[in-house]
């Protein structure tokens, strides 16, 4: 079945690295997907990674998969104020029907000044 | 000027009425999505719809309906049998075919609360 899971909450300093951890259960899962949420506001789509791939980067987006662990990371390099948000993922998976995604709780970032 | 839009981006009401929430779309997608969030919850499918007049049931169906008249719009009613309605709505839609990523795109949401 489809559980995708994420820790809560995450604070970094201006300037560092933050990284999001994410794993999920369904080894058929086709696209894994990072969506970032600003307060009251909707689901903005940051980037995917087909399930074939290791690692893709974004210019300060750097998604790391690995699918014997199941486990899905997102890095934000140089992070900023603005890159306070929650962040979700989400897998594709023929298993969980056609055009269905399945979302994390959310992990919720927190950048200090 | 493309995307999704939902009315209205507030919206209060009395226990015991029906609310209908309003997403509208002009990227063309074939499917729509409808989900609700609630605090420290993932985002939970409520209906989706993947052509005109056709939808299916999410997760936690009880007590929504939906309608799929037209490609571009997919209003979702919040019933009075819906026993814990406040909560943040958020409207999707996406491409429907194979071997494409079938990203989700998403609306602005409305946030409901009953009173």
């Known amino acids: 079945g489809e559980d995708v899971e994420q820790s809560l909450f995450l604070s970094v300093r201006e300037g560092d690295s933050s990284v999001i951890n994410c794993t999920y259960t369904?080894?058929?899962?086709?696209?894994l997907y990072w969506y970032k949420q600003e307060p009251g506001a909707g689901l903005q789509l940051l980037t995917y990674?087909?399930?074939?791939?290791d690692m893709k980067q974004d210019q300060r987006l750097t998604v790391l998969l690995n699918k014997k662990d199941k486990h899905l990371s997102l890095r934000i390099a140089d992070t900023q104020t603005g890159d306070s948000a929650i962040y979700f993922c989400?897998?594709?998976?023929?298993?969980?029907?056609?055009?269905?995604?399945?979302f994390g709780k959310g992990n919720q970032v927190v950048v200090i000044p | 000027d493309g995307g999704i839009t939902q009315s209205p981006k507030y919206l209060f009401r009395k226990e015991g009425q029906n609310v209908t929430l309003s997403c509208e779309q002009n990227?063309?997608?074939?499917?729509m999505y409808w989900y609700r969030q609630d605090p420290g919850q993932g985002l939970r499918l409520i209906y989706y719809?993947?052509?005109?007049?056709?939808?299916q049931k999410g997760d936690i169906a009880e007590g929504y309906s939906v309608s799929r008249e037209k490609k571009e719009s997919f209003p979702l009613t919040v019933t009075s049998a819906q026993k814990n309605p406040t909560a943040f709505y958020l409207c999707?839609?996406?491409?429907?075919?194979?071997?494409?990523?079938?990203?989700?795109?998403f609306g602005p949401g409305t946030r409901l609360t009953v009173l």
């Open positions: 999707a839609s996406s491409i429907v075919g194979e071997l494409i990523t079938d990203t989700q795109y």
């Open positions: 369904d080894s058929s899962s086709t696209y």
């Open positions: 990674i087909f399930s074939n791939m």
């Open positions: 989400a897998e594709k998976s023929e298993n969980y029907g056609n055009n269905r995604l399945a």
């Open positions: 990227l063309n997608h074939d499917a």
């Open positions: 719809s993947q052509i005109v007049n056709d939808f």
